[in-house]
Every structure is written in C-alpha cells, then in structure tokens.
C-alpha cells in the first residue's frame, strides 16, 4: 500500500488537505477500520468543539491529547486499524497548548477529520 501524505494542518501551506491529502488518508485508514468507529471519533471531535465554546481551549486540551489513548484502545480492540491511529497521532502532535493556535488548529484538524470521513469507504 502507498504511504499517505504527511499531514499539515495549515490550509495555507497544504491547500489540497481537504482534498487529497484526505482523500489519500481515507483510503489508507479504511483497511480494519469500521465506518461506525470513525462515526464516532468524529462526534468525539465535534463534542470537544462544542465544549470550547463555553470553555476555554486550554481547558479542554488535554481531552483532545486524550483521544490518542481512545484511538490506541480502538487498535486494541480491532476496530480501527494502525493507520488510523497514525493519522491521529500526527494531527494531536501539531495541537498546541496555546488558546488562539491551538484552537486554530483544533478547527483545521476538525475539518481535515471530516473530509475523510467524507472520502471513507469503509473497512471489513
């Protein structure tokens, strides 16, 4: 299997993120990893932006640092793949503890994880 791109969150530096550089992960994260499971991070995803709006970023941050353990769990369990969690892992590495980048790249990360979802095509 061809290695996806490396991921960066910057719509300025990487303006295909949201086209092929998703389109590109979604295929490489859809071996063993199951549509629900993916469903489900994203909600995760939304419920954290949603707590950002009455909260502070910095608040909320070490929630999103905590869906690396979610993701791991998810591996464990067989039901989403290694892909995946690298995916993961190197879009949380790029959040910052800093309430305006962070949250900038909370929202570019939210994006990215929706235009995979977007492409997903569903693993076995």
Do not use: H
Not at 54 to 83: C, I, W
Not at 93 to 115: C, H, L, N, R, S
């Amino acid at each position: 299997m061809k290695q996806p791109p490396k991921i960066i969150l910057d719509l300025k530096k990487e303006p295909e993120l949201l086209n092929t550089v998703a389109r590109e992960w979604a295929d490489a994260v859809s071996y063993k990893t199951k549509k629900t499971q993916i469903r489900n991070y994203y909600d995760k995803i939304l419920e954290l932006q949603e707590e950002m709006k009455d909260k502070s970023f910095l608040d909320v941050y070490p929630f999103v640092k905590m869906l690396n353990s979610k993701v791991a769990y998810g591996v464990a369990r067989g039901v989403v793949s290694m892909e995946f969690q690298k995916m993961m892992e190197e879009c949380l590495a790029q959040i910052p503890y800093d309430e305006k980048k962070g949250k900038e790249k909370f929202e570019v990360f939210k994006y990215f994880f929706e235009a995979v979802l977007g492409f997903f095509k569903g693993g076995n």
